[in-house]
């Protein structure tokens, strides 16, 4: 199915000399897309007009004139910036040109202006970041990741809804399972708002798993494990911190004496293996849920490999309705909260 | 200086086929303590008559009815156990004959009989329980772990205020830094509730570094991390999977064929330094925080050496005042909230 993504060129820690060459890779694998690419003329025309070149009728570059930075605040970036290539790529989505938008820049920004031009969808109160981590057989997609602290249990519900669908519509999986993460298994455990959101989620109709622990999320005891932002956003830093110490340690003790490193030669295909398996540039591409349009956001330090995963993901998202899905799913269930009423 | 551990025989996944030996090893290691053995007389008598034997004068059994098992709710624990191995061994800390108790069993249980018989130290509300966790150059001490979900910015206060005075009793170290989970460096960032805390320990003495993230636990970037025991606990028990799942996966990369078999033998004495490096058993032993006495708890499935180092680290911190230093310090604090009113 034709899709187009918008792709801000300009984010990320290194621009376009990712985003660039990820359009192009994304473009070889997927006949049937086709790309704007959002920049600075200076910054990327020539490279984009090569790419043009190469796939005929399927990408246009598009100019931008200014670049939301890293350290800029929502609000700057809202308000003084309305020419970037980050809110360029997102009109773009608004407008129907491109039907999902594509950037490794300010999370915060990204955030704020697709909240402002494409609007939430009726009922979602916060737009959600689902992030995708590696389990023994698979993914585990975690959301609250953005800056949804102080949740109420009805956002951790909708969480719980938009997460559902994300994993059919990414995984094509018919009802995946949903986790509410706490302190116990027990139900009468967790603070009040997880307590009543365990109740909400039970009575939802989702494949409600019931409440989940920390350990589960590497377990993969569920597909969906939904949070506040505040704890899904220390989950995932304190282990993206826990990966590395580990990999510096076995790094460190396989180099440490020339025994060790002659070891560490000869065991190079398993334990790139291993890193393949853990790699977290397969992961990379967190969708924002709960938006009139698909948004993903790419790791800011992300490769050209990492960066081509979000533009997959993207469209996959895209060819797939998330969007219209997570409308019609909401819509019945409010249907069926006003019913209540 | 002269120790006394009230041991509860019987707690933890084990119980006296793990206590007993390593009381064992402690009184081996620690010419100047004693312990108090307690338990059911069927099932720990003869073997604390021969482990007094050995060490005379050093080791007394005494007699409990019953054991708080891990299913039990603290409610009934507390109620229907009087005479719990649990309950007998703090209540010898509350006579004063020992100075530290240390269980193996059922956390919730014993932080409510803890609470019952020793009570909280003026000014504390809430007892914290604290983790330690390995990062490249030593531990980071985080708190809470325990079931302090819905915490006030004063509760937050307080556990910078005991895990700065753990460290210094612990690790003997004059100002411990301590850091605030949070969601990002800048004070602006996070809820209501950590935003006021930042300000609380900004405005404190201790020697705050400000926020932290959830990767800071692992790079050791403060002494101490403070947080609420749901992300407290949601991150330990994420830490501890992720760390499982990557070792699981490393086994299956190094088993997968006969020639990674081969390199895995070769390289035993790499990874099994890698594995002490990161070997969960030398951090067991975690200080519940606030009380009237010095109470750690092992974790359940710890073997001897594990509870062993539980039993080093109470008698430790009963030796160097752990109790006195935070009453002192709280009451400081709260002479000073007085002046300030």
Redesign the interface.
């Known amino acids: 199915m034709q899709v187009t993504l918008a792709i801000d060129c300009m984010g990320g820690d290194h621009g376009p000399s990712v985003t660039v060459p990820a359009a192009r890779q994304f473009l070889a694998d997927d006949a049937h897309a086709s790309i704007l690419l959002v920049g600075l003329p200076a910054s990327i025309e020539t490279q984009a007009g090569a790419l043009a070149r190469e796939f005929p009728e399927r990408v246009r570059f598009i100019a931008a004139s200014e670049v939301v930075e890293m350290h800029d605040s929502p609000a700057v970036a809202m308000r003084s910036k309305k020419d970037s290539s980050m809110r360029v790529a997102i009109d773009r989505v608004k407008s129907g040109e491109a039907q999902a938008m594509i950037s490794a820049g300010n999370t915060g920004a990204l955030m704020a202006i697709a909240r402002f031009v494409l609007k939430t969808l009726p009922g979602i109160d916060r737009p959600a970041i689902a992030t995708i981590l ?3 057989d698979g993914e585990t997609y975690m959301l609250d990741l953005g ?1 949804n ?2 949740c109420t249990a009805e956002h951790l519900l909708q969480f719980g809804i938009m997460g559902s669908i994300l994993v059919s519509v990414l995984k094509h999986k018919e009802r995946p399972s949903v986790g509410l ?1 706490n ?1 116990g298994e027990e139900e009468i ?4 708002v ?1 307590k009543q959101a365990g109740e909400l989620l039970r009575n939802s109709g989702l494949n409600f798993y019931g409440n989940v ?7 993969g005891t569920t597909d969906v494990v939904v ?1 506040d ?3 899904g ?14 990999i ?3 790094r460190e ?2 180099t ?1 004496t020339w025994y ?1 490193k002659l ?2 030669l ?2 190079t ?3 790139r ?2 890193k393949q ?2 790699d977290h540039r397969r992961y990379n591409g967190a969708p924002l849920l709960g938006l009139r349009g698909v948004v993903v956001k790419s790791h800011g330090s992300a490769d050209a490999f990492a960066f081509t995963q979000a533009l997959q993901r993207a469209a996959e998202a895209a060819r797939n309705n998330l969007v219209e899905r997570i409308e019609s799913r909401i819509s019945t269930h409010m249907a069926a909260e006003g019913a209540f009423k």
């Open positions: 590696p389990n023994h800056a602290v102080d993460l302190i455990k967790g603070n009040e997880v622990e920390g350990n589960d999320i590497f377990q949070c932002g505040f704890v956003n220390s989950v995932l830093k304190a282990s993206e911190g826990l990966a590395q110490f580990l510096r340690l076995l003790e396989l440490r060790t070891v560490a000869l065991a295909p398993a334990l293996h291993f398996r853990i």
